[in-house]
């Protein structure tokens, strides 16, 4: 049994190991922050049609009508779910099943991790001059499932290469799932924008099922839960992001 200064000990070393990606991912995100405050954005005028206008009280009920939002809503609650889910236990993961050191581990989340989140958003942006954004969000999703897969029975140094390979095909799905769910909304655009956005609440609430998971079984097992998420993103890219003829018509 450890010391109390041992534990300490340790803390602060584990503490330590994760300090040097985490600062240079927080300078990335801050210079990048002071640049859109320097550039000058046009603003958005949306043409409206009196027609079209909408009050407040009936907006909510307006916007639920829309089966492809809703799709889009759940779909975003999911991905923004297995995102945290795969980014907040990388390196208990790593430990576990491929039996690296935290420092080790802290690396390959910093920039393994990261640089295949980056360039799988340029790779996917490329391949959608090719594809349409359903589709390839579709076969993204696949990938993830099966990757999930793999990282749930392997272990060594493929373990972490297979949830870098997660990082990699997730990257495109809250930008498409977005687009996707706001199509042809109309005056409804605004409001159900920003249940999209609400719908980050996931991010919240599937971790710690994760964590539950992880500590009744395994965190390999874990996996499980992002899984389930593409599974949904999956549906979405391949039957919920249709619109209907219901959302078209004029309510």
Known sequence: KMTASAQQLALASEA???????????????????IFAFLKLPEIVEDENPDQKVSNDNAFVRAFKHTHLNWAIAAQF?????QVCVFSFFILYATEAAGIDRQTAAWYAGFGVGLAFMLGRFVGTFLMKFYKPSNLLAIYSI??????????????????????????????MFPTIFSLGIKDLGSDTKFGSSLIIMSIVGGAVLPPVMGYIAD????????IVPLVCFAVVFVFGIYGHKISDKSLNKF
Do not use: D, E, N, R
């Open 16 to 34: 330590s190991s994760v300090k040097t990606p985490y600062l240079v991912l927080g300078i990335i995100i801050t210079v990048i922050a002071i």
């Open 216 to 223: 009744v079984a395994t965190i390999q097992i874990g996996y």
């Open 78 to 82: 999911f991905y923004v779910g297995a």
């Open 143 to 172: 990938a993830s499932i099966l990757l999930c897969m793999v990282a749930m029975t392997v272990s060594g140094i493929l373990a972490v290469y297979t949830v870098i390979g997660i990082a990699f095909f997730m990257s495109i």
